[in-house]
């Protein structure tokens, strides 16, 4: 009897241990290795992906900006942010924005907008310091023209399109300008052909993956409020999977305050981070007032969670914390 009692107790001790870490998520069980980021490169770069970085009040590693097909190198734009020691990100897409439903890709597989594209990348090398550029972002859902999931376009036609931007950006833009393949961590439509593994165009073409993650509320009708884990922990899985050798960014995360409150969210958010999620080198605040109001510049106590966490520690808002990426 007393065995047997004993073997229950075991057995429950298991299951409570596993459901321990399936809701929380903040334990890390013996048997799971660090990622190869986690043990050479801790750490975690804190930025903000703003429309107004001259009055943005809070620190950030990143400066971003968003590229349209035909638009050019944002040297004025670049200077008037007052942020020149910063990482630049850009998100580059492939349509243009007085057409935003054409999509471009098939004709950029085809080698049509090569010249353009060699333009860009002779800018990218002038300017002279470390670039994350993010091309076709999102290409599992139909939210955008440039997407692989639009009717015309497919999952072929849109890594056929990647890698030839790849290989001219390779010959012309210089070894700091990194491509980050970057993915929605909500697919939608959801199914088998929206997963983002079918458009990851191999490890030779991209440095890094990136992974947009939202909490849109019911803002849209088919959304909902997520936790961060509930956002995270499927596709940052999948990610690592598809790319154990690249580094991940959060390349656009923001909660709605609909349905939760926005400093909670961050602060689960930069737990995860620190404790779960370690291959993420990187991550981009959407500090937009878009769908909703992502801001966190429009809420205080938010703001001041990560003006703390950007401060010091794992979280600092210090590009240099990424040299060892861009080959400095």
């Not at 931007?165 to 833009?173: D, I, L, T, Y």
């Not at 983002?196 to 509320?217: I, K, M, Q, R, T």
């Not at 703390?308 to 210090?318: L, M, N, S, T, V």
Request: proline residues 6%; aromatic residues 14%.
């Amino acid at each position: 009897m007393k065995k047997n009692l004993a073997a229950i107790m075991a057995v429950m001790a298991v299951l409570g241990l596993a459901y321990y870490w399936l809701i929380y998520e903040d334990v890390r069980l013996p048997w799971q290795p660090e990622t190869r980021f986690e043990r050479e490169f801790p750490g975690c770069v804190a930025g903000i992906l703003s429309g107004d970085y001259a009055a943005l009040k809070l620190p950030t590693g990143f400066t971003h900006f968003y590229l349209g097909w035909g638009d050019n190198f944002p040297a004025a734009e670049l200077g008037k942010s007052g942020r020149k020691n910063t990482i630049l990100a850009l998100t580059w897409e492939p349509y243009l924005k007085g057409d935003q439903e054409h999509s471009l890709v098939g004709e950029i597989a085809g080698g049509k907008h090569d010249a353009y594209m060699a333009a860009m990348a002779a800018s990218l090398k002038k300017y002279g310091r470390p670039v994350l550029l993010s091309w076709g972002h999102e290409p599992g859902e139909d939210l955008y023209a440039g997407s692989g999931a639009r009717k015309g376009s497919s999952p072929e036609m849109y890594k056929a399109a990647w890698r030839r931007m790849a290989g001219v950006m390779r010959a012309g833009a210089g070894p700091k300008v990194k491509l980050v393949f970057s993915m929605g961590a909500k697919e939608k439509p959801s199914g088998a052909e929206s997963r983002f593994e079918n458009y990851y165009p191999g490890p030779e073409y991209a440095d890094a993956v990136g992974l947009d993650v939202y909490s849109l509320g019911p803002s849209l009708g088919w959304s909902s409020w997520r936790k961060p884990r509930s956002a995270l922990k499927g596709p940052y899985s999948r990610a690592l999977a598809m790319a154990p050798d690249k580094p991940m960014f959060l390349t656009g995360v923001a909660t709605c305050q609909d349905g939760s409150s926005k400093a909670a969210w961050l602060t689960r958010l930069l737990r995860r981070l620190e404790v779960r999620y370690g291959a993420v080198k990187g991550f981009m605040w959407f500090d937009y007032n878009k769908e909703c109001d992502w801001r966190l510049s429009s809420d205080g106590k938010a703001s001041e969670i990560y003006r703390q966490a950007a401060a010091d520690g794992y979280f600092k808002a210090d590009p240099s914390r990424l040299n060892w990426f861009f080959g400095k």
